[in-house]
C-alpha cells in the first residue's frame, strides 16, 4: 500500500510571501501525483496533475514539481483567497486505489 | 458543464445501511473513460476514497472498506448510488460524489458535488 504524507500539517505564510509545501510518497509513483485545494465548506479543486501540469483555469502563481517520490507544490505572491487545506492525491492503475494525503493548511501568518 | 449532487439519508442508527445516491447533469454515466466515485471526508480530517464505478458496471472498492461497500449504476436516471452497511459512529463523514477523468496520463478528480454530512447515531 502507498502512502502519502505531507508537510508540514500547518503553514503559516504572510500574503504576497512563497509557499511551499511537501508530499512524500512511501513508494516511487513517477509522476502520478494530483494537488487539490480545498477551502472551508467548499469542494476540492483540482490544481496541479501529472506531477507539474496546471489544470484548466488555475493562475500561474501555483506551480507543481517533483518525481519519484518527493513533490512540491509552491505558491508565489500568495493571495488571500489561497488560504486553504491543500491535499495531493496519487491513484495506482492496479489493484485500483486512489490515495490522499492527509492535508496541509496554508494560514494567514 | 458536468454537475453532480448527492441526496440520500443525514441520520443513519450503528448496525445499519447508509444509502446515497448521486445525480449527475450535463454529462452521461456512459462516457467511455469516466469513473464515478465516492469520496468522504471525516469531520475536521482529510479525504478517503471509498470505491468507483465506470460505465459498464465494473466497481473497485477500498479495501479497507471492501467487505461493507457496494455501489451501483442506473444509467436510465443517470445516477449513482452508494451503500455501506453495518454502520459505526466511525462512518461518520461527509460523502462526496466525483467524476474521475483522464488528464493527460493522469487519472484525477475534475468534479465534485457538494457533498452531504451522514451522521452514525442512535
Known amino acids: 500500500e502507498i502512502v502519502m504524507t505531507q508537510s508540514p500539517a500547518t503553514l503559516s505564510v504572510s500574503p504576497g510571501e512563497r509557499a511551499t509545501l511537501s508530499c512524500t510518497a512511501s513508494?516511487?509513483?513517477?509522476?502520478?501525483l494530483a494537488w487539490y485545494q480545498q477551502k472551508p465548506g467548499q469542494t476540492p479543486r483540482l490544481l496541479i496533475y501529472?506531477?507539474?501540469t496546471r489544470a484548466t483555469g488555475i493562475p500561474a502563481r501555483f506551480s507543481g514539481s517533483g518525481s519519484g517520490t518527493e513533490f512540491t507544490l509552491t505558491i508565489i505572491s500568495l493571495q488571500s483567497e489561497d488560504f486553504a487545506v491543500y491535499y495531493c492525491q496519487h491513484y495506482k492503475n492496479w489493484p485500483p486505489m486512489y490515495t490522499f494525503g492527509q492535508g496541509t493548511k496554508l494560514e494567514i501568518k | 458543464q458536468v454537475q453532480l449532487q448527492e441526496s440520500g439519508t443525514g441520520l443513519v442508527k450503528p448496525s445499519q445501511t447508509l444509502s446515497l445516491t448521486c445525480t449527475v447533469s450535463g454529462g452521461s454515466l456512459i462516457s467511455g473513460g469516466h469513473y464515478w466515485g465516492w469520496i468522504r471526508q471525516h469531520p475536521g480530517k482529510g479525504l478517503e476514497w471509498v470505491g468507483y464505478i465506470y460505465y459498464s458496471g465494473g466497481t473497485y472498492y477500498n479495501p479497507s472498506l471492501k467487505s461493507r461497500v457496494t455501489i451501483s449504476l442506473d444509467t436510465s436516471k443517470n445516477q449513482f448510488s452508494l451503500n455501506l452497511s453495518s454502520v459505526t459512529a466511525a462512518d461518520t463523514a461527509v460523502y462526496y460524489c466525483?467524476?474521475?477523468?483522464?488528464?493527460?496520463?493522469?487519472?484525477?478528480?475534475?468534479?465534485w458535488g457538494q457533498g452531504t454530512l451522514v451522521t452514525v447515531s442512535s
Open positions: 466525483a467524476r474521475s477523468n483522464v488528464w493527460g496520463n493522469y487519472r484525477v478528480f475534475d468534479y
Open positions: 501529472g506531477a507539474s
Open positions: 513508494q516511487s509513483i513517477s509522476s502520478d
